[in-house]
């Protein structure tokens, strides 16, 4: 939003203006996204996609160029559901316009202006600090996902410690200072939460 406040990104603006090679299976679709789409969830196709495409600076548009198959499931602008990979898309449309990488983009406007000093966005900056990560631990067999009034099996491996590209891992205490200096009373509240948590 920033970048749009700037005259960056237009919100209202198709996908294409920003990543002309941009495609989905369904043409028209590829062709009428808009940045709002992607911002408010109403892509159309199954969001939860994590393919493999490494830490570098290049890993969001190679992820992005994954997506020439995926199929529709709902036509563009008709259904909410939550779509991990749009903001992926999102987030190579940032780097075009600002000229940085992804992670560089979120230091430099959002973890210095507030004062993050304890969150990081790739997981070899995190390693030397004090932290948790979730996991699920699973029997082995597959499991039935059921999205989209269909229902998939699909193979889990015994434990699962997804950390991608362009994911944020923040301290807890980095996280809740950034609270309390938003809110004009702060808190005072002892927190549950483990010492270090993940932002999705």
């Known amino acids: 939003m920033q970048l749009v406040e700037q005259g960056k990104i237009n919100l209202c603006a198709r996908v294409r203006e920003y990543l002309p090679k941009f495609k989905i299976a369904d043409e028209e679709t590829a062709e009428n996204l ?27 548009g190679r992820c992005t160029a994954l997506l020439a198959d995926r199929e529709q499931i709902a036509p563009l602008g008709t259904v909410w559901s939550y779509n991990n990979v749009g903001f992926v898309v999102l987030g190579e449309i940032m780097e075009r316009v600002a000229g940085n990488p992804f992670e560089r983009i979120i230091q430099e406007r959002v973890f210095d202006p507030l004062r993050m000093k304890h969150s990081f966005m790739r997981a ?4 030397t600090q004090r932290f948790a990560t979730g996991h699920n631990v699973r029997s082995e067999g597959p499991r039935t996902v059921s999205q989209w009034g269909m229902t998939r099996d699909e193979p889990v491996p015994t434990a ?36 270090s948590i993940r932002l999705w």
Request: hydrophobic share 30%; proline share 6%.
């Open 34 to 60: 808009t940045v709002r789409h992607l911002l408010t969830h109403m892509a159309g196709w199954d969001g939860d996609f994590w393919p493999e495409t490494g830490m570098g600076d290049d890993a969001l």
């Open 124 to 127: 070899t900056d995190v390693m």
């Open 160 to 195: 699962e410690l997804p950390v991608a590209r362009g994911t944020c891992l923040s301290t807890r205490g980095s996280t809740l200072g950034t609270v309390r200096r938003s809110t004009a009373s702060g808190s005072s509240t002892k927190s549950p939460w483990p010492n």
